[in-house]
């Protein structure tokens, strides 16, 4: 199990969000999938679950809020980390309500969000 390499799907509609950390993550060893369109991304997890997913929460089309609702229904064991330049406290009361592992305001250092995928890691591992 150890040696499973931990899988993240981001979805954020600005591409330079994962223009800098796709690569950054792979470094790390993660496996990373990224997508700018919420309709792409929710077809991808409807064909594989992801171990992490960090979501945007608005999107055109389906906003980030029901993309990480359908991600828990099918994948409750998926830890959510949602990333967003609107976080108010309704926001991410709501997104906790509905089971995110983390929640961090843009703009956000690298070394910020790596931390919490390390953390939402090491849950997943402890399960």
Same mark, same amino acid.
């Given at each position: 199990?150890a040696?499973?390499?931990?899988?993240?799907?981001?979805?954020?509609?600005?591409?330079? /969000?994962?223009?800098?950390?796709?690569?950054?993550?792979?470094?790390?060893?993660?496996? /990373?999938?990224?997508?700018?369109?919420? %309709?792409?991304?929710?077809?991808?997890?409807?064909?594989?679950?992801?171990?992490?997913?960090?979501?945007?929460?608005?999107?055109?089309?389906?906003?980030?809020?029901?993309?990480?609702?359908?991600?828990? %229904?099918?994948?409750?064991?998926?830890?959510?980390? /949602?990333?967003?330049?609107?976080?108010?406290?309704?926001?991410?009361?709501?997104?906790?309500?509905?089971?995110?592992?983390?929640f961090?305001?843009?703009?956000?250092?690298?070394?910020?969000?790596?931390? /919490?995928?390390?953390? %939402?890691?090491?849950?997943?591992?402890?399960?």
């Open positions: 199990m040696n499973k390499q931990t899988s993240i799907l981001i979805l954020d509609d600005e591409p330079i /969000v994962s223009k800098r950390l796709k690569p950054s993550l792979e470094k790390k060893g993660y496996e /990373v999938e990224a997508f700018t369109a919420s %309709a792409d991304a929710l077809a991808r997890v409807q064909e594989r679950s992801f171990d992490i997913v960090i979501t945007d929460l608005k999107m055109e089309g389906v906003d980030g809020m029901q993309f990480l609702t359908e991600v828990k %229904a099918q994948y409750p064991a998926t830890e959510v980390i /949602v990333i967003t330049g609107f976080a108010t406290m309704e926001t991410a009361k709501e997104s906790f309500n509905k089971g995110v592992f983390d961090l305001a843009k703009p956000f250092k690298l070394g910020e969000i790596t931390e /919490v995928i390390a953390k %939402a890691e090491s849950k997943i591992q402890q399960t």
